[in-house]
Every structure is written in structure tokens, then in C-alpha cells.
């Protein structure tokens, strides 16, 4: 059974970054959004990447960046991957990825009256447009940019899809066992869901929710040695 990935996004300070990694976080995202509260400028973000250990990635989150925008970061802080979630097209995504040679995965939020064709669709269109494409992050419809803390349908999800998606939206310690065993993503993206207050991480619960993903994990290894000897 595969383990499932964990990401803890808005990093803002050196003490949440250790938390999380010291609790077996796989990537830690940073929000070059400037009207974000979890935004930190590239020099911030340098800084703390200082403290990362090999093995654990450093992902931007972007919201309509320009060329430049995106070349300040990169050329400042060391980071694996990009995260797209503004209005930028698949064409859009594919020039800013191949700016700075690094891999990207869009956000779609996902809406009451999303199929799953469209879903399937959106990313075969982003996969055809740039093989810097990485993968799906699914976050929930607001009004607005970045996640609001909200759930989604989780049933909306393709089967075909879910192992290569990043799941987000909503999750935290109450639900990320039940949302792990029944999409059974690639990976799970948090942010609020770990917080104290915006900005500002929890240690105790950002143990917890990697606890529940574990837990998720155990659940799902299970139901598959069952299925296996039936």
C-alpha cells in the first residue's frame, strides 16, 4: 500500500517549518501571494529553506505571477515544485514552469456540479500543454483565491484519477482518515486545518492530522490484504 503524502502549506516562521518536518511532513508550501496572510516574500522564504533536510520539498504557491515574479522567487529560494491557483491557463502555466525549469501542479476548485469528466479533461488538457505538468491539486469552490477552509464532494473524484491527485481543501484532524480512505489520493494538502491562527501553525495539531493520514493509510493496507485473500 502506498504511503500517502503529506504537505503542510503556508510556512511562515522557522518553528512551524521544524514542527512539520519533525512530524514526517513530505513538503512544506510557501505563499508568494502578497494579499495572503500566509504570505512571505522571497527572501523570507530563503531563509527559512534554510533549515530544510534533504528529502522534504519546498513548494510555491502562485496566484497570477508574472515571469518575473516567479523568476525572484526561484532565483532566491530552493524550490522543488510550483503551485498554480489563480486564473492562469494551461498555456500560462506551461511558459512560467519552463521559466524556471521546475515541475508545476494546478489547483482546481472543484464545484457542487463538477463531473468527473471535466475533471479527467482538465488534466489531460494541462498534461498535453507542458511536460512540466506534474499533477491535480483539488481545493473547494470559493469566491475567491487560495482554500477558505471548506469541503468538498469528495465523491466527485474519478477513481482513475484519485491516485494522482493532491487533495486539499477543508481537511483537518476530524476528517483526514475519512478522506484518505475514500479517495485515496497521491497526496493531502492542509493549511488552516493545522492552525492556531492564520499564519501561524499548531505542532500539536499538525501531529495529529499526520496521525489521521497514518491511520487512513492502515485502514486502506487492510481493506487491501482482505481483497487480496477473498
Not at 534554510?50 to 525572484?72: D, G, I, M, Q, T
Not at 521546475?102 to 482538465?122: I, K, N, W
Request: with cysteine; proline share 5%; aromatic share 8%.
Amino acid at each position: 500500500m502506498q504511503r500517502t503524502r503529506i504537505k503542510i502549506c503556508g510556512i511562515t516562521r522557522e518553528e512551524d517549518l521544524r514542527a512539520a518536518v519533525s512530524m514526517g511532513a513530505d513538503a512544506l508550501g510557501f505563499v508568494f501571494y502578497p494579499k495572503s496572510p500566509r504570505y512571505v516574500t522571497p527572501e523570507q522564504a530563503a531563509e527559512l529553506c534554510k533549515a530544510l533536510p534533504p528529502y522534504v520539498s519546498a513548494v510555491a504557491l502562485f496566484v497570477n505571477a508574472s515571469v518575473e515574479e516567479v523568476r525572484a522567487v526561484a532565483a532566491r529560494a530552493p524550490l522543488s515544485l510550483i503551485q498554480f491557483h489563480g486564473d492562469e491557463t494551461a498555456e500560462q502555466c506551461a511558459e512560467l514552469a519552463a521559466a524556471v525549469q521546475r515541475p508545476f501542479v494546478r489547483a482546481f476548485r472543484v464545484r457542487p456540479d463538477t463531473t468527473h469528466g471535466e475533471l479527467l479533461e482538465y488534466e489531460r488538457a494541462y498534461r498535453a500543454a507542458s511536460p512540466w505538468f506534474s499533477g491535480l491539486l483539488l481545493d473547494t469552490w470559493v469566491d475567491a483565491y487560495g482554500g477558505a477552509g471548506k469541503v468538498f464532494d469528495w465523491s466527485l473524484v474519478p477513481k482513475e484519477l484519485a491516485p494522482r491527485v493532491v487533495l486539499s481543501g477543508g481537511l483537518n484532524v476530524q476528517n483526514a482518515t475519512d478522506a484518505v480512505v475514500r479517495v485515496r489520493p497521491f497526496a493531502v494538502d492542509v493549511s488552516s486545518g493545522v492552525e492556531a491562527q492564520k499564519g501561524i501553525k499548531d505542532a500539536r495539531r499538525i501531529a495529529d492530522f499526520v496521525g489521521a493520514v497514518r491511520a487512513a493509510d492502515a485502514i486502506a493496507s487492510s481493506e487491501n490484504q482482505h481483497e487480496r485473500s477473498s
